[in-house]
């Protein structure tokens, strides 16, 4: 079996909007974020679905405007991918638009299943052919399969297989459907334009629409919304275990998620880490941009002024990221530059979000060394990771999160820093929205809300850190400018 693809995406649709598609390419637009792999969108014109997808950026993707309309139609669903593992070619690009006995259906996926490999194989062994290496056709097989009468009993009967993360669209020509897994590890929200139902990963995708926040996708939800109205089906035993990590990193924090602006969490964060960890410094500085507003309930809570010491270039496309060895030896410098006149002689606070492998941060305390600060004190507003995530968030497998493997003190040592300190996990849990029983924090306590089966990366789990002690860092720190 081919390497599944692991994949965290960006979600939206729309339905009974003479502008659906224009809306939804909006949408994407602003849930940029989310997925920079690829974008796609289908539309419906309550006979057919017309689509447009491909790798790139949205703006890439949709650069020839007269697509819109070819795009026909009052209803539409997009997606926008950012896949790390597996294969990335054009046959796992989003929404995947299939035929079924009713006619076509397309459907867009946010999440992982860790149930990926047992359902490959029964649907195998029971003669599916498969076109991709993506979770979404297992779904797309096991919908086709169902012998319920309607469409939304049909996905409820397929939801009720699955295992993991998912955030779900379904579009067929008359109607929209959004789903959530029972555990709602991934957000995804309704909305309301006019009379118009919209769906979206997050809030912000309808601040770009002029859309009106409505409510959650709730666990175990199916939401199915047609000309006659709106209704929803409940599948499976909804046991919430929200993933934190949208929180600390990934949700824009101009977004509302699970009742909670992001900005609002993450200054709660940085404010904690302040109380946990203070640090002498002069100014407090943080690491552009998915740390800016823990920087600045840090900067709030410690009293040490909040200033601007790395600059990010936002405008690196995705081929320039990897493009050959020699220009990888310049990723980080092209991404960020320092601010040489308010770094000079400064003792610094640096608040990272969070440290995965460390590398880029370690990159970055080079540079700051080189515009002259006198001390580095890295405070980071998550608890250490030292496990994969198996509902798909991108970090890498075990062997490479240096949190695994090192103590803090040799952390701090590798990163060549004066101090580090990370925020506790119980001080995180005081910090998160409502419940902390509601939140799933397994990469950092190695706690899985779902169990990993055998074989559907348990080995993943298993390994060990011999890839540290045999100079793997030094192969990941190759090329350090
Ligand atoms: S393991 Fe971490 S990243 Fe993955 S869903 Fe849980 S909290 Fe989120």
Redesign the pocket.
Known sequence: MSERIKEHCGLYGVFGHPQASELTYLGLYALQHRGQESAGIVSADNHRLHARAGNGLVADVFHDHGVFSRLQGTSAVGHVRYSTAGDSSNRNIQPFVVTTKDGPLAVAHNGNLTNAESLHQELSAEGAIFQTSSDTELIVHLVARSQAETLSERIREALERLEG?FSLLFLSPTGLIAARDTHG?RPLVVGKKGESVMVASETCAFDLTGTTFVRDIEPGEIFEVDSGGQKSLRFGKPKL?Q????LIYFTRPDSYIWGDPVDRSRRRFGRRLAEEAPAKADIVISVPDSSNTAALGYAHASGIPYEIGLIRNHYIGRTFINPSPFMRTFNTRIKYNTVAEVLEGQRVVLVEDSIVRGTTLKKLVGLLRRAGVREIHVRVSSPP?G???????D?PTKKELIAAWNSEEEIRNFLQVDSLRYLSLDGLLQCVPGKAAD??????SGN??VPIPPGEGRALLEETGEAWAQGELERLLSGLT
């Not at 993933?243 to 949208?246: G, L």
């Not at 496990?387 to 968030?393: I, N, R």
């Open positions: 993360a590890f275990c993933c934190v990590f949208e990771i496990h994969p995530c198996f509902y798909g968030m970090f939140f799933c924090t397994a990469c950092f899985y809300p």
